[in-house]
């Protein structure tokens, strides 16, 4: 049967707030354009105390949307109010993907699968370890120990100033995660094959910790899921110490993916072009 959404217009959102900031807009906006595709997708900024409302007229239509991108502040309250979040999202208690599916609003959390497409995309053979280490324990690190754990790492440490909130995470994704205070980083690191910065340090200016990569395996992977700037101070200092790094603007980039395909009808790809549009933008702002 031919999928109509190839004639008519489709429109999708992402929502936050505030939402201003968000270059998805840019990514979907190449994608409908290289593919042919009639559509849009746009910025919809919703406060928290309208946000159950804005959810309300997703599921009966009067929005106009077909569905769309959650971001921070909404993510928990969009997987509590869809009626199927899928296993990610209840694992996670956060959706950031919602589409509408035979009447019904469908969720699910794509955090994590764009933080292993970027790594495979850009360094083949990261999950060759079995040892992981994570700092940071907010929120956006949940997606992140997910999905290493279900790459297969047997061991992820999560590295924390506050040990309870490490310990949290412990508590939620299993007994192969471990949580650490900042002193034992460098014990955790000896012999770990991959090292994930979660935290905010680094980001647009803000002071990064100097950190010793040595305790790494040779041929170790330092990553980072900020991507402004590209190359932080975190990531520079390992560079220099001989690792392997991966930026994280790839992981923005992957983890639109299948939403675009829930809409659209369409699976894009995530291409040169696509990051150097994104590169552009970063550097204008």
């Known amino acids: 049967m031919d999928d109509s959404r190839e004639t008519q217009s489709v429109n999708a959102f ?10 998805s807009p840019l990514i979907h906006g190449y994608w409908l354009k290289q ?7 746009r910025a919809h900024e919703v406060s928290v105390e309208d946000f159950a409302a804005f959810i309300s007229s997703l599921k009966d239509g009067t929005s106009g949307f077909v569905g769309g991108n959650v971001t921070i502040p909404h993510k928990e309250a969009a ?13 996670l208690g ?6 509408l599916q035979d009447g019904e609003l469908h969720a699910t959390n794509t955090d994590g699968r764009g933080f292993t497409a970027n790594l495979d995309e850009r360094h083949p053979g990261w999950d060759r370890s079995d040892r992981a280490v994570i700092l940071g324990a907010g929120g956006a690190s949940r997606a992140i120990i997910q999905a290493v754990r279900d790459r297969g790492f047997k061991e992820i440490h999560v590295v924390n100033r506050t040990v309870e ?5 412990a508590d939620r994704f299993g007994e192969r995660v471990h949580a ?7 014990e955790v690191m000896q012999g770990a094959g991959l090292f994930i910065n979660t935290t905010s340090l680094g980001m647009d200016g803000e002071a990064a910790l100097r950190i010793d990569f040595s305790p790494l395996a040779q041929g170790a ?6 991507y402004i700037p590209l190359k932080t101070p975190l990531l520079a200092e390992a560079e220099e110490q001989g690792f392997a790094i991966v930026d994280g603007l ?36």
């Open 94 to 99: 956060a959706s950031n993907t919602l589409w």
């Open 165 to 169: 909130r490490a310990q949290e995470l």
């Open 180 to 186: 650490h205070p900042i002193a034992a980083l460098g």
């Open 35 to 41: 593919l042919g595709l009639a559509g849009s997708y």
């Open 14 to 23: 992402v929502t936050g707030y505030p939402i201003k900031h968000s270059r």
């Open 250 to 285: 790839g992981m923005l980039l992957h983890q639109a993916i299948p939403g675009f395909e829930k809409w659209f009808g369409k699976r894009p790809a995530v291409d040169e072009t696509l990051r150097a549009l994104i590169i552009a933008d970063m550097e204008k702002h």
């Open 221 to 226: 992977v330092v990553t980072d899921i900020v």
């Open 79 to 91: 997987f509590k109010l869809a009626d199927r979040p899928d296993e990610l999202s209840q694992e």
